[in-house]
């Protein structure tokens, strides 16, 4: 893979260049279906009233409200894509200036992955204020207080957006747009299952095939499990994430739902199938970009393993169990990157042991 | 002197005994500026231990004693002369431990050994849990380990059967597969085989394999296959072998070859006429496990096997990127650069804070310089893992004395 990066020198801007790559196929996807959703919702709904900014803009690129062309769905994927992700970086860029001043250091690169990742876990309706909250919470929380790249405890990105998410929970419904049933904690597509099944994602057009491109609402960036199998095999061949951490939340969501199917009772997500799991929401790229953050995760590799086996539970459990929080991805990461230190001393102390039951 | 059959000879006119090869060795000299020495005769020994002798790699006159910080022993060079004046020694007249011990300390033998955990030279009354013979060598354009061994396999068998008899503990003989060395005892003496990578051919892999250090104190011993033949040639004829074989490899070198050079030999005089011009970088060992030497004078170190010398454009160097942030960031890539059974994340992180009793308890006793070089390569930070496990080794050691 040396060919698509000659010359990056330094081993940490490679690291962060080749994860800024591996985000490409999910940020075009994030271009295109948020485009596709904003048009679909426009010509469904013609009381809309489309005075807001995007929409202003949107129509300024000149996307055409009418036909569903390439041109229309990427300029108005642009228009609610770009401004918040520009308005992400600013507020990035700006922490990461005043902490690199007061600490004499240089400023490192890092605040634009951190900038990237949160804008895709946003819905394309997202307040700009929230962005800017979720953002400098981010920076000063999740990283600056810890020391920078390399050195946090959560993955800032996560981190920021679980403060959204907390913060505003309804707030998406307001929206007429994205009558989000589940605010900003993502995917409608689940709330539907939820209510009614396989029956009611039919009704609206939702399929495997549709589920797996992805053009499905939901937050930006997560809807489409191609460009993430991309961005995962990118990922994967430069061996940045740890294949065992994410096998083991795959292999644990299988098991997991398929365990609640059988023992289910009801209608909503403890029937849903295990496929299912894995296309609606966010669990995929979650895993890849979220769970797999080198540095936030398990370092050991039996931990890797327990740690992905807890994502699984944990997601499919709150999924079940708990209607108001339909996704359930962002809790549950946040939730094993705190165990990872504990999963990780744990599994060492078991290795000490071993070392010192050696006879020499 | 015996040459190896098909083996360019390449004699230079300087050799050396270098300070740093042998750890924690205060030395006490035995000769003076300018003193003429026969080869294999004992120069200098260790103040602590005393019987700890080393012997001159080659004869001729002592023409300079190097001396660092703290009046450390840096080299003691010697410049060769046309005499050939070899120190002659008696085999030991029985096979029992006592005697192979006082042969090889009193050849200077002894000193080719090292102990796992710190790599030092064992004491001359240690007692090993095991002994390793590394008899084959994975590292990329090592010399053949298999001609060489077969060419002096006398010589190699003896040397063999004499190291089993200096302890009740097994002795393995690590080799490559397809390259079988059959032992007679079979009781004391045990074959293992190793391949795959780069690293089947380091001790620190045999050992954990065979014998794993855990955190009980004891230690194993293990032994080069160029110093074993060097042994074997003590004892079978009674004079010191004065030859290693090396080769010459990298994208800079002319003619990539194996030579037969003196112990000790000066590099400089030794890649004289074979590398390009133009910039070039020259390491002791492979383009794997090489470490940078500085230009000037160096001299081959005890126990090395190659010369890699790379154009300028090939590769990286540890620790030359300045960075502020020193953070490890871990990745799949660190995890099979180690030997299996260590984490490699938090040893690298323990070895980054220095903190010792935790290195320790992670396995850094079963770990010298050699067996981090690869993390230092690979990790984001641009540590030395090398200087940090020694600095935690030297911990270690001083609370254990």
Redesign the interface.
């Known amino acids: 893979m040396n060919f698509l990066l000659p010359n990056s020198?330094?081993?940490?801007q490679r690291?962060l260049q080749l994860q800024l790559l591996a985000l490409l196929p999910v940020s075009i996807a994030a271009l295109v279906n948020t485009g596709y959703q904003y048009l679909v919702a426009v010509a469904q709904n013609n009381a809309l009233s489309t005075d807001d900014f995007r929409s202003r803009l949107a129509r300024g690129l000149g996307a055409n409200h009418e036909s569903l062309g390439l041109y229309d769905m990427l300029a108005a994927g642009f228009a609610h894509l770009v401004p918040i992700l520009a308005l992400a970086l600013l507020v990035g860029g700006f922490w990461e200036r005043i902490i690199a001043e007061r600490r004499q250091?240089?400023m490192?690169p890092g605040f634009i992955l951190v900038a990237l990742l949160f804008t895709l876990l946003l819905p394309g309706a997202a307040a700009f204020g929230h962005v800017v909250f979720g953002m400098s919470f981010a920076m000063l929380v999740g990283r600056g207080i810890f020391?920078?790249?390399?050195?946090t405890f959560l993955s800032p990105a996560l981190l920021g957006i679980a403060i959204v998410q907390v913060s505003f929970p309804g707030v998406a419904d307001q929206h007429p747009l994205w009558s989000g049933l589940a605010g900003y904690a993502g995917s409608d597509a689940i709330a539907v299952y939820h209510r009614g099944g396989e029956a009611a994602l039919s009704a609206i057009d939702i399929d495997l095939w549709s589920a797996f491109i992805g053009s499905t609402p939901g937050t930006m960036g997560t809807t489409s499990i191609l460009a993430v199998l991309l961005g995962a095999a990118l990922l994967?061949i430069e061996?940045?994430?740890?294949?065992r951490l994410l096998i083991a939340q795959v292999i644990g969501l299988f098991v997991f739902a398929t365990l609640f199917n059988l023992l289910g009772t009801g209608p909503g997500a403890s029937a849903m199938p295990a496929y299912w799991h894995l296309l609606l929401g966010s669990f995929a790229f979650g895993a890849v970009f979220l769970a797999c953050d080198?540095?936030a995760?398990a370092?050991?590799?039996p931990g890797r393993w327990i740690q992905g086996f807890t994502i699984a539970l944990l997601v499919v459990l709150i999924r079940v169990a708990n209607p108001t929080h339909p996704d359930a991805v962002i809790p549950a990461l946040l939730l094993a990157s705190i165990l990872a230190p504990l999963i990780?001393h744990l599994?060492?102390a078991w290795?000490?042991r071993?070392?010192?039951?050696?006879?020499? | 002197m015996s040459v190896s059959p098909g083996l360019e000879t390449k004699y230079v006119s300087r050799a050396a005994l270098l300070g740093p090869d042998y750890r924690g060795v205060n030395f006490e000299l035995l000769c003076e500026l300018g003193d003429e020495v026969k080869s294999g005769a004992a120069v200098m020994r260790d103040l602590r231990r005393p019987e700890i002798r080393f012997s001159a790699p080659v004869s001729g006159r002592i023409s300079r004693i190097e001396r660092g910080a703290r009046r450390k022993l840096i080299s003691l060079q010697i410049d060769v002369d046309d005499s050939l004046a070899v120190a002659r020694f008696e085999p030991p007249a029985s096979n029992d431990s006592v005697s192979i011990r006082n042969f090889m300390l009193e050849s200077g033998a002894w000193s080719t050994l090292r102990t796992r955990p710190f790599g030092n030279i064992p004491d001359p009354d240690g007692k090993p849990?095991a002994v390793f013979v590394t008899a084959l060598d994975a590292e990329p354009l090592a010399p053949n380990t298999r001609t060489i061994i077969d060419t002096y396999l006398q010589e190699f068998r003896a040397a063999v059967n004499a190291l089993a008899g200096i302890s009740d503990a097994p002795l393995y003989v690590c080799h490559a597969p397809d390259h079988a060395l059959v032992f007679e005892d079979s009781s004391r003496i045990r074959c293992a085989t190793f391949n795959g990578g780069y690293s089947a051919s380091l001790p620190g892999v045999h050992i954990n394999e065979l014998?794993?250090?855990?955190?009980?104190g004891?230690?194993?011993w293990h032994i080069g296959y160029q110093d074993v033949i060097a042994l074997g040639h003590l004892l079978l004829h009674g004079k010191p072998w004065l030859q290693r074989v090396i080769s010459l490899g990298g994208n800079a070198v002319r003619n990539p070859r194996s030579l037969a050079v003196y112990p000790g030999s000066a590099i400089g005089e030794l890649l004289a006429k074979e590398v390009n011009d133009g910039p070039s970088r020259i390491l002791a060992g492979s383009s794997i496990y090489g470490r940078q030497l500085a230009t000037g004078s160096a001299y081959l170190d005890a126990g090395q096997r190659q010369i890699t010398v790379l154009g300028a454009s090939a590769g990286d160097s540890i620790g030359t990127?300045a960075?502020?942030?020193n953070?490890?960031?871990?990745?799949?890539?660190l995890?099979k650069l180690i030997l299996p059974?260590i984490?490699p994340?938090?040893l690298m992180r323990a070895l980054q804070l220095g903190d010792a009793e935790r290195a320790r308890?992670?396995?850094a006793l079963e770990l010298v310089e050699e067996d981090v070089m690869l993390l230092s390569r690979a990790?984001?930070?641009?540590n030395d893992y090398a200087v940090l496990l020694r600095d935690v080794l030297d911990q270690l050691e001083g609370a254990r004395r």
């Open positions: 020198g330094n081993g940490r690291m250091t240089p490192e020391g920078g790249d390399g050195k994967l061996r940045l994430i740890a294949w080198p540095v995760s370092c050991t590799n990780d599994v060492i290795n000490i071993g070392r010192a039951r050696r006879h020499v | 849990t014998c794993p250090i855990g955190l009980g004891g230690e194993v990127t960075s502020t942030n953070a490890v960031i871990p990745s799949e890539t995890e059974g984490f994340v938090p308890e992670l396995g990790c984001v930070s641009h």
